[in-house]
């Protein structure tokens, strides 16, 4: 027998939270893409030998990246003295003024 009043339920979520680890994806990226390297060279792979080219290839990104960094460091701080310089000269030309 139905109910002459209307019973609501919850509303129900099928979310399901994902974890997306970009550094776990490009290592294994790189470990297929150096297999395939090592394979077409007809050379058996080792996982020290595998191990060692990524972490060359890891350290070898991490300069590139640190000298970047200290090369837009270093602009910044030349675009500040810059500023700093337009300041100070245009509050001089104000006092003149004054």
């Keep these: 027998m139905k109910s002459p009043i209307k019973l609501f ?3 129900q ?3 399901q ?3 997306y680890d970009a550094d776990k994806e490009r290592m294994e990226a790189r ?18 030998a595998l191990n060692m080219r990524l972490k060359f290839e890891k ?10 960094e200290k090369w837009s ?6 675009i500040f003295l810059v500023l700093i310089v337009l300041f100070v000269q245009l509050f ?6 004054f």
């Design 9 to 11: 339920k919850a509303r």
């Design 13 to 15: 979520f099928d979310y």
């Design 17 to 19: 939270p994902m974890y």
């Design 31 to 48: 470990k297929t893409r150096i297999a395939k390297e090592l394979a077409q060279e007809n050379k058996s792979i080792s996982d020290e």
């Design 59 to 68: 350290n070898h990104f991490n300069r590139k990246s640190a000298k970047a």
């Design 73 to 78: 460091s270093i602009r910044i701080f030349v």
């Design 92 to 97: 001089i030309d104000l006092d003149q003024f």
